[in-house]
């Protein structure tokens, strides 16, 4: 090793006095170096294999009781278990998990359902309460128009009070809960927005017509709510007579006259 130590050292560069000297006492040690590795091996050959004293600390057996020694084969063999054993802990913490999460989403989707059922409830229930609030103060004006009444005996008064309200009340519908109302005197009969309660008959070839409310009809935004119950003149059915016989002619004068038949009846 020295040698070689030089030799790479006096191929980089030149060899100082010391370094020189150095090297020649190296190489005159190197042939008694290697006569004397040679020797020694020749030794060991003819003494032949050394008896092993006992088990070394590899070879040992494991005592009763007591793992194994370890070691790339026992790290081998206990690596797979190992590693099992760690993914089934892994899952079983994992399903806990899941089943923790499971119960507590349906606590919620419980909750929720009931929350949303009364709400549902409470909408249906207090769906009306901003109409009744509105019909409320049409009955105050009501009960003020009726005490008024009461107190001065003046039923034109009185009358006037009512009509105002009621003018109020149909304004208040149809400006907040678009619901108006429409009457139908003069036009054309329309079965979807008409009822005809009573006809009268009119001139023959003219158009169904109403002529009367008997009670107006509502439009709910654009549906009718409840349709107008009406009169309705509709044209004659009377057909005029045809034929210059007497007045006496027709369906009577072409019956059979009684007697003939009689006596046909006889002599058969």
């Not at 005490?147 to 008064?157: I, L, T």
């Amino acid at each position: 090793m020295l040698v070689l130590i030089a030799r790479r050292r006096c191929a980089k560069k030149r060899l100082t006095r010391t370094e020189g000297r150095c090297y020649l006492y190296i190489k005159q040690l190197l042939p008694q170096a290697e006569l004397m590795t040679k020797k020694k091996d020749q030794e060991d050959a003819s003494e032949g294999p050394r008896p092993n004293s006992g088990p070394g600390p590899a070879q040992r057996p494991a005592a009763a009781g007591q793992p194994a020694a370890s070691g790339p084969s026992a790290a081998a063999a206990e690596g797979p278990c190992a590693s099992a054993e760690d993914k089934i802990v892994a899952l079983e913490a994992e399903i806990a998990d899941l089943k923790d999460k499971l119960l507590r989403k349906q606590a919620d989707f419980e909750n929720y359902r009931k929350r949303m059922l009364r709400e549902r409830e409470d909408t249906q229930r207090y769906s009306n309460a901003t109409l009744l609030s509105d019909i409320i103060g049409l009955i105050d004006d009501f009960e003020r128009a009726i005490r008024s009444a009461e107190e001065s005996k003046d039923f034109a008064n009185f009358l006037q009070g009512v009509s105002m309200i009621e003018k109020q009340f149909v304004e208040m519908l149809e400006n907040r809960w678009y619901l108006k109302r429409f009457s139908a005197v003069g036009e054309t009969f329309d079965p979807n927005r008409h009822e005809a309660v009573q006809r009268v008959e009119g001139p023959a070839g003219s158009k169904p017509t109403v002529v009367e409310d008997f009670q107006k009809g509502y439009y709910l935004y654009e549906r009718v709510l409840r349709p107008a119950r009406v009169k309705v003149m509709v044209p004659s059915s009377d057909e005029p007579k045809t034929g210059g016989g007497a007045p006496g002619t027709g369906a009577a004068s072409k019956q059979p006259d009684a007697p003939a038949s009689g006596g046909a009846a006889g002599e058969s």
